[in-house]
T-cell receptor, first 117, second 115 residues
């Protein structure tokens, strides 16, 4: 089945530094990648949607300069949290959609726990 | 606007008991519906999905769900719960087109299973 590999699974960084999270589709081409943020005991909040080769579309209230998304290839998308602060600490999850949406549906990465100290 | 309602924040059942998790959606067009399960610190795993056809959908781990258009519902059921089913369950909906749009999630239902 379709697999999305997300790394790192956990990361601790100092306030003011940047952190990059990678999501790779291992056995299919991900034409669209969705990036979510999840707060403790809460549902998933969509941050942005990116299509391969295009600029990401950010949801209202999400700072595009802080959360940089790159989707340069059909198998790799990255989320970079720039100048991270403690309030950016959260669980981040990517979800890839293949070209045949009906067949592939959505495949989720295993998530990244970001802690900013 | 699209929305998904999971009215139960937390459900507790005994192992071996039956389970039903409720999901109602609000969407003008034909919905594509999903149920996902999330273990602590993990991503989401697809349990089942409904796109069209038979309104009773079978999924993995013995789960099933029934789409009822008249009630705008897509409730998840399992006849006999196992302790390993304890997790967070999310219902989600998207557009019913050849190219799937973004998912809209419910707030989730936390399932606790007593031994």
């Amino acid at each position: 089945g379709a697999v999305v590999s997300q790394h790192p699974s956990r990361v601790i960084c100092k306030s003011g530094t940047s952190v990059k999270i990678e999501c790779r589709s291992l056995d299919f081409q991900a034409t669209t990648m969705f990036w979510y943020r999840q707060f403790p005991k809460k549902s998933l909040m969509l941050m942005a949607t990116s299509n391969e080769g295009s600029k990401a579309t950010y949801e209202q209230g999400v700072e595009k300069d802080k959360f940089l998304i790159n989707h340069a290839s059909l198998t790799l998308s990255t989320l970079t949290v720039t100048s991270a602060h403690p309030e950016d600490s959260s669980f981040y999850i990517c979800s890839a959609r293949g070209p045949s949406g009906g067949n592939y549906g959505y495949t989720f990465g295993s998530g990244t726990r970001l802690t900013v100290v | 606007a699209q929305s998904v309602t999971q009215p139960d924040i937390h459900i507790t059942v005994s192992e071996g008991a039956s389970l039903e998790l409720r999901c109602n959606y609000s969407y003008g067009a034909t919905p594509y519906l999903f149920w996902y399960v999330q273990s602590p610190g993990q991503g989401l795993q697809l349990l089942l999905k409904y796109f069209s056809g038979d309104t009773l959908v079978q999924g993995i781990k013995g789960f099933e769900a029934e789409f009822k258009r008249s009630q705008s519902s897509f409730n998840l059921r399992k006849p006999s719960v196992h302790w390993s089913d304890a997790a967070e369950y999310f219902c989600a909906v998207t557009t019913g087109s050849s190219t799937l749009g973004r998912l809209y999630f419910g707030r989730g239902t936390q399932l606790t299973v007593w031994p």
